[in-house]
């Protein structure tokens, strides 16, 4: 059984940093495109970020280029986001997802997601 697991979400100021993890099981991922994306309280959720399973082909939204930082640890089956400068804009929940086939920033190619994590960035 796949599963993607989120964790690291949390309270944090504006100009703060945190550190989301996708922790995968349950099949190999290799070839795979994982993805992070966010839906915040009454939008619709958008792409965040990609990057291929081993570590290529990374792209990040216009919205948070510079500031979050996607990779993966292959030998952990974890991805990971690093955010810094966070803006209450980042405020969201968060998902990790897995998408088989494309290189891709829309969601329909993406197969399997978490369950998502949290973040809520103050003022």
């Known amino acids: 059984q796949v599963q993607l697991v989120e964790s690291g979400g949390g309270l944090v100021q504006a100009g703060g940093s945190l550190r989301l993890s996708c922790a995968a099981s349950?099949?190999?991922?290799?070839?795979?495109?994982m993805g992070w994306f966010r839906q915040a309280p009454g939008k619709e959720r958008e792409f965040v970020s990609r990057?291929?399973?081993?570590?290529?082909?990374?792209y990040y939204a216009g919205s948070v280029k510079d500031r979050f930082s996607i990779s993966t640890d292959n030998a952990k089956n974890t991805v990971y986001l690093q955010m810094n400068s966070l803006k209450p804009e980042d405020t969201a929940v968060y998902y990790c997802?897995?998408?088989?086939?494309?290189?891709?920033?829309?969601?329909?190619?993406?197969?399997?997601w978490g369950q998502g994590t949290q973040v809520t960035v103050s003022s």
């Open positions: 997802a897995a998408a088989p086939l494309r290189i891709s920033i829309s969601e329909k190619d993406y197969e399997y």
């Open positions: 349950g099949r190999t991922f290799r070839g795979y495109t």
């Open positions: 990057i291929k399973w081993n570590g290529g082909f990374t």
